[in-house]
T-cell receptor, first 113, second 116 residues
Framework: GENVEQHPSTLSVQEGDSAVIKCTYSDSASNYFPWYKQELGKRPQLIIDIRSNVGEKKDQRIAVTLNKTAKHFSLHITETQPEDSAVYFCAASEKSSGDKLTFGTGTRLAVRP | GAVVSQHPSRVICKSGTSVKIECRSLDFQATTMFWYRQFPKQSLMLMATSNEGSKATYEQGVEKDKFLINHASLTLSTLTVTSAHPEDSSFYIC????????????FGEGSWLTVV
């Protein structure tokens, strides 16, 4: 089955700086890669996603890049704000298996004011 | 947008009892739903795939007789934790997606289970 690794496990940045979180996956059949932000005790919130036919996607301060050959994808947050502080999870899915997601281990991001 | 609702949001039960958690898709039909478990400060781990009208598919290491899943309609899946023990205390969350390859996956609000 799919295995998703995520680094770093914790990340502390100064407000206004950029944050980068990286994930690798093992199953070359995976073709959908969402990123979620989760606050304590709440459901994961989709912040951005990318499909395997695209190498990069951007939405305001958030961008995701995908390297299919290397089987890794990254989340980039620019101009970080204190409200960006949360736990972020990457995930991978192969649509032929339905909408089953394999999650990374999570990154706790702290943005210092 | 599409909504997935989960109930109860919090439940406390005694050891040895069973507790049922419901997951509903409110404005779309879901032939498949997914149940995840999340221990504190850990990631979401898939427990099982709930299939409408047929048996659930369990991930390796998940006891099907302990975590009973019923998906009797296209909008409702239930997870029953049987003979609960303190180590079953966790955050349980379901997900579902409308049909189609490019549709967003929606998560329920999650259910905190505490077994005392």
């Amino acid at each position: 089955g799919e295995n998703v690794e995520q680094h770093p496990s914790t990340l502390s940045v100064q407000e206004g700086d950029s944050a980068v979180i990286k994930c690798t996956y093992s199953d070359s059949a995976s073709n959908y890669f969402p990123w979620y932000k989760q606050e304590l005790g709440k459901r994961p919130q989709l912040i951005i996603d990318i499909r395997s036919n695209v190498g990069e996607k951007k939405d305001q301060r958030i961008a995701v890049t995908l390297n299919k050959t290397a089987k890794h994808f990254s989340l980039h947050i620019t101009e970080t704000q204190p409200e960006d502080s949360a736990v972020y999870f990457c995930a991978a899915s192969e649509k032929s298996s339905g909408d089953k997601l394999t999650f990374g281990t999570g990154t706790r991001l702290a943005v210092r004011p | 947008g599409a909504v997935v609702s989960q109930h109860p949001s919090r439940v406390i039960c005694k050891s040895g009892t069973s507790v049922k958690i419901e997951c509903r898709s409110l404005d779309f039909q879901a032939t498949t739903m997914f149940w995840y478990r999340q221990f504190p400060k850990q990631s979401l781990m898939l427990m099982a795939t709930s299939n409408e009208g047929s048996k659930a598919t369990y991930e390796q290491g998940v006891e099907k007789d302990k975590f009973l899943i019923n998906h009797a309609s296209l909008t409702l899946s239930t997870l029953t934790v049987t003979s609960a023990h303190p180590e079953d205390s966790s955050f349980y969350i379901c997900s579902a997606a409308p049909g189609g390859r490019r549709n967003t996956i929606y998560f329920g609000e999650g259910s905190w289970l505490t077994v005392v």
